[in-house]
């Protein structure tokens, strides 16, 4: 089967750093995503990885772990706006195109 | 330019009305992807097209029917739906489908309609 957990809700400070975890057992991995959704509005490309390590842009970083299952979204300097659900995706290959496995996604509130 | 935009932006339709849902991009991606979202839920893929052909329907109800003019439209009709079915319908486009495993084939997505069947 195929499952990707993230948690619920996490709250985080102004200016503070905040990692937000996202675990996968899937079968056909191909890369992992991370998009960031603001209430009502379209989810936004924040970052992809296939090898194992940290891609860095800006006040985001994601990091990956092939071997672990796991990766996570790490945010610095937070901002207000940062306040939303980020919702990591598995890329899996599917027949001749691929499809994207989501979690469930992290609401992130973000306090003065 | 990474934008792909849908219209209409609202909907509100009644149980027996036929609307279609619009989503364009000039991109030059190749694969379109329509995906219904509800509150507090990820979204939920529906139909793939690559290369103007579908290539991948999620069982989705016959109500629901997709079609790909061309390569930068991608449409949805509505007929006869549920008052389930109200949602945020997301249209997404990337460059490939996966014929090209290590490419990212990033999926840009639009801002989406609001669909309320009354």
């Known amino acids: 089967g195929q499952n990707i957990d993230q948690p619920t809700e996490m709250t985080a400070t102004e200016g503070a750093i905040v990692q937000i975890n996202c675990t996968y057992q899937t079968s056909g991995f191909n890369g992992l995503f991370w998009y960031q959704q603001h209430a009502g509005e379209a989810p936004t490309f924040l970052s992809y990885n296939v090898l194992d390590g940290l891609e860095e842009k800006g006040r985001f970083s994601s990091f990956l772990s092939r071997s672990k299952g796991y990766s996570y979204l790490l945010l610095k300097e937070l901002q207000m706006k940062d306040s939303a659900s980020y919702l990591c995706?598995?890329?899996?290959?599917?027949?001749?195109?691929?499809?994207?496995?989501w979690g469930a996604g992290t609401k992130l509130i973000i306090k003065p | 330019d990474t934008e792909v935009t849908q219209t209409p932006k609202h909907l509100v339709m009644g149980m027996t009305n036929k609307k279609s849902l619009k989503c364009e991009q000039h991109m030059g991606h190749r694969a379109m992807y329509w995906y219904k979202q509800k509150a507090k839920k990820p979204p939920e893929l529906m139909f793939v097209y690559s290369y103007e052909k579908l290539s991948i329907n999620e069982s989705v109800p016959s109500r629901f029917s997709p079609e790909c003019p061309n390569s930068s439209l991608l449409n949805l009709h509505l007929h006869a739906l549920q008052p389930e079915d109200s949602a945020l319908y997301l249209c997404?486009?990337?460059?490939?489908?996966?014929?090209?495993?290590?490419?990212?084939?990033?999926?840009?997505f639009g801002p989406g309609t609001r669909l309320t069947v009354l």
């Open positions: 995706a598995v890329k899996k290959v599917r027949q001749s195109n691929y499809q994207l496995i």
């Open positions: 997404a486009s990337s460059q490939d489908a996966g014929r090209r495993e290590r490419g990212t084939d990033t999926q840009y």
